[in-house]
T-cell receptor
Framework: DTGVSQNPRHKITKRGQNVTFRCDPI?????LYWYRQTLGQGPEFLTY????????KSRLLSDRFSAERPKGSFSTLEIQRTEQGDSAMYLC????????????????FGEGSWLTVV | GIQVEQSPPDLILQEGANSTLRCNFS?????LQWFHQNPWGQLINLFY???GTKQNGRLSATTVATERYSLLYISSSQTTDSGVYFC????????????FGKGTLLTVNP
């Protein structure tokens, strides 16, 4: 079984452009998460899906950000009108339910997608 | 929300040395995981350990939930152990969100 797969791994874009990242979770995992990590910090929670439903969005996720998970499989994270402050690594993760993280279901992360906005 | 503090922030070791990393958290937790982030950014699960003690090779971890801390022990360190070690916890009513500490940057020199 492959792990969580993310692409592109690196993206350099000009300020104001739109970017989209894709995440393919571990196949049997029905929960999918997006996190953001900046230099010197730990990852911060952005949003979470159970199957195709987006159940929680962090305040960090401004209206320029949108995430989808059609058919409960892969997910995309789109950033519109990018700003320099969006430069970060965007991490996708997946886990099993029921019970979620409080029931011994560990979370598995992808390799991340590095975004640089110039 | 829950606060997670890790210490030390940086640690430099010679190959073969042992080390202890600490994670303090401000509230009771349902889930606590230790991760190793390698230089390429990949977060690797080391332990799921909301309480008790576990060992995996040269690594072991102990969580004392009643005192709200966890320790990660690395014995006979190797250069490949270098990277950032994160503690992450889940607490309260949400069973989907992990809160990470800022990590400990470990450098193991040959």
């Amino acid at each position: 079984d492959t792990g969580v797969s993310q692409n592109p791994r690196h993206k350099i874009t000009k300020r104001g452009q739109n970017v989209t990242f894709r995440c393919d979770p571990i196949s049997e995992h029905n929960r999918l998460y997006w996190y953001r990590q900046t230099l010197g910090q730990g990852p911060e929670f952005l949003t979470y899906f159970q199957n195709e439903a987006q159940l929680e969005k962090s305040r960090l996720l401004s209206d320029r950000f949108s995430a989808e998970r059609p058919k409960g499989s892969f997910s995309t994270l789109e950033i519109q009108r990018t700003e320099q402050g969006d430069s970060a690594m965007y991490l996708c993760a997946s886990s099993l339910s029921p019970g979620g993280l409080s029931s011994g279901n560990t979370i598995y992360f992808g390799e991340g997608s590095w975004l640089t906005v110039v | 929300g829950i606060q997670v503090e890790q210490s030390p922030p940086d640690l430099i070791l010679q190959e073969g040395a042992n080390s202890t990393l600490r994670c303090n958290f401000s509230d009771s937790v349902n889930n606590l995981q230790w991760f190793h982030q390698n230089p390429w950014g990949q977060l690797i699960n080391l332990f799921y350990i909301p309480s008790g003690t576990k060992q995996n090779g040269r690594l072991s971890a102990t969580t004392v939930a009643t005192e709200r801390y966890s320790l990660l022990y690395i014995s006979s360190s190797q250069t490949t152990d270098s990277g950032v070690y994160f503690c992450a916890v889940n607490s309260g009513g949400s069973n989907y969100k992990l809160t990470f500490g800022k990590g400990t940057l470990l450098t193991v020199n040959p």
